[in-house]
């Protein structure tokens, strides 16, 4: 919806009109007869919007959102300066996960793909399919980190499933 290098401001504005991009994403989902997710920041009350994911059916039914939990507060990013974690609850249940043609997906945003315990969760609400969503910021041999970091949520093996 915006850059990641958008100010705060511009967040708080995009947050502004996230129920118009709803719609607008609604709009293709059903003409296009698809799923779609797509990242949206949402007015949450707060002096900083959140960084959601969202879920349309092919019926323009919003299906599903996941706001994100860990936010990239490293190096010399600080995005806890423009938006707002989640609210956070012991057994993860803020979590989404959401069926498509007979298959769980599960949604994991960007640094949330760091923290295994997430996809683990994930796994044990029925997910067969996690849809990763990210900004990742670019440096030396980051693309291998975030290859590594797919790979592992990917190959969850069975003893890890509670």
């Given amino acids: 919806m915006f850059a990641w290098d958008s100010s705060a401001e511009q967040l708080k504005a995009a947050a502004s009109v996230g129920t118009e991009f709803i719609e607008r994403v609604s709009e293709i989902a059903v003409r296009e007869h698809l799923h779609v997710i797509a990242g949206v920041f949402a007015d949450v009350g707060d002096v900083r919007p959140r960084n959601r994911l969202i879920v349309v059916g092919p019926d323009g039914s919003l299906r599903g959102a996941y706001d994100k939990v ?30 498509i043609d007979g ?52 190959t969850l093996p069975d003893t890890l499933r509670r």
């Fill in 70 to 99: 860990h936010l990239f507060d490293a190096f010399s990013w600080r995005e806890s300066d423009k938006v707002s974690p989640a609210d956070t609850r012991g057994d993860l249940s803020e979590l989404c996960t959401f069926v």
């Fill in 103 to 154: 298959f769980t997906v599960g949604l994991l945003n960007c640094y949330d793909l760091r923290f295994p315990e997430m996809g683990r969760a994930l796994v044990d609400r029925g997910a067969e399919v996690l849809a990763v969503s990210a900004a990742w910021v670019a440096g030396p041999l980051k693309e291998m980190h975030w290859n590594v970091l797919l790979r592992a949520r990917a």
